[in-house]
Nanobody, 116 residues
Framework: QVQLVESGGGLVQAGGSLRLSCVAS????????MAWYRQAPGKQRDWVAT???????AYTGSVKGRFTISRDNAKNTAYLQMNSLKPEDTATYYC??????????WGQGTQVTVSS
């Protein structure tokens, strides 16, 4: 079965950095785009970044220049390097895959808290 397991969240001061990881299993990782989303308390889940199977990337405007999405197909892992963190980046971060079948899967999330 498809599984996505995030890790790497934590508490960091504003201006600091974190790297999130998403380890995938149960599908052909290298053949699929991967995405990161985030959800702050009381708010909807928002898209953050995507990396395609060909390593093209896209970012939401508020994180451009600060966050970098990458992947390691040998490790079935997607990453989100987050630099220059701001308090408004505080959220639970989720990775997501949308398979060719049309089914989408989410990880359990990892909490990121940025203190001012």
């Amino acid at each position: 079965q498809v599984q996505l397991v995030e890790s790497g969240g934590g508490l960091v001061q504003a201006g600091g950095s974190l790297r999130l990881s998403c380890v995938a299993s149960g599908f052909t990782f290298s053949a699929n785009a991967m995405a990161w989303y985030r959800q702050a308390p009381g708010k909807q889940r928002d898209w953050v970044a995507t990396i395609t199977k060909l390593n093209s990337t896209a970012y939401t405007g508020s994180v451009k220049g600060r966050f970098t999405i990458s992947r390691d197909n040998a490790k079935n892992t997607a990453y989100l390097q987050m630099n220059s963190l701001k308090p408004e980046d505080t959220a639970t971060y989720y990775c997501r895959v949308l398979l060719f079948s049309g089914n989408q899967y989410w990880g359990q999330g990892t909490q990121v808290t940025v203190s001012s």
